[in-house]
T-cell receptor, first 114, second 112 residues
Framework: EAGVVQSPRYKIIEKKQPVAFWCNPISGHNTLYWYLQNLGQGPELLIRYENEEAVDDSQLPKDRFSAERLKGVDSTLKIQPAELGDSAVYLC????????????FGAGSRLTVL | QKEVEQDPGPLSVPEGAIVSLNCTYS??????FMWYRQYSRKGPELLMY??SSGNKEDGRFTAQVDKSSKYISLFIRDSQPSDSATYLC????????????WGLGTSLAVNP
């Protein structure tokens, strides 16, 4: 079975440009997470979905970040416009609704903003 | 003070050594304690998790929780070069609060 699939793996853009990341979770996993990870840091939660509902988006900078999970399966995270400080790895993870400790992560999307 | 403290290392050991990785935390309400391993340019993967205090063993890995000291450990026996990675601790409250609080991660290099 395929794991959590993320694309693109790498993205280089100039500041003020938009960027979007896509995530396809493990089949049957109702909970989907978007995390941000800076070098030498632990993951920081941006948003958590239960099916198609965003149940925790308190750490999502809503002025420039948006996310959607239509139909409760795959998800897209968008940044518009990107800033230099957005350079990081964006990780998607999924879990079963009952498995809050067992997150399966994708390989991440590494964003560089020039 | 951060809720979870973890020494970022780096930690360098010879092959076959016993490795001890640790995290301390400040909130006594944490009930679930997890260790994730992250290889370079990969996402974290769960090694093991424990509930409340005690030990849990899985092969060469042992997780230990001391709630009285607010201290958790991960021991790796007979370390291998393939264990070279960053080890992240994470923890959360019991119940419906599913938010994980993460440490910074400790970078480990096992030298052949």
């Amino acid at each position: 079975e395929a794991g959590v699939v993320q694309s693109p793996r790498y993205k280089i853009i100039e500041k003020k440009q938009p960027v979007a990341f896509w995530c396809n979770p493990i089949s049957g996993h109702n909970t989907l997470y978007w995390y941000l990870q800076n070098l030498g840091q632990g993951p920081e939660l941006l948003i958590r979905y239960e099916n198609e509902e965003a149940v925790d988006d308190s750490q999502l900078p809503k002025d420039r970040f948006s996310a959607e999970r239509l139909k409760g399966v795959d998800s897209t995270l968008k940044i518009q416009p990107a800033e230099l400080g957005d350079s990081a790895v964006y990780l998607c993870a999924s879990s079963q609704s009952s498995g809050a400790n067992v997150l399966t992560f994708g390989a991440g999307s590494r964003l560089t903003v020039l | 003070q951060k809720e979870v403290e973890q020494d970022p290392g780096p930690l360098s050991v010879p092959e076959g050594a016993i490795v001890s990785l640790n995290c301390t935390y400040s909130n006594s309400a944490f009930q679930y304690f997890m260790w994730y391993r992250q290889y370079s340019r990969k996402g974290p993967e769960l090694l093991m998790y424990t509930y409340s205090s005690g030990n849990k063993e899985d092969g060469r890995f042992t997780a230990q929780v001391d709630k009285s000291s607010k201290y958790i450990s991960l021991f790796i026996r007979d370390s291998q070069p393939s264990d070279s990675a960053t080890y992240l601790c994470a923890m959360r409250y019991a119940g419906n609060n599913r938010k994980l609080i993460w440490g910074l991660g400790t970078s480990l290099a096992v030298n052949p």
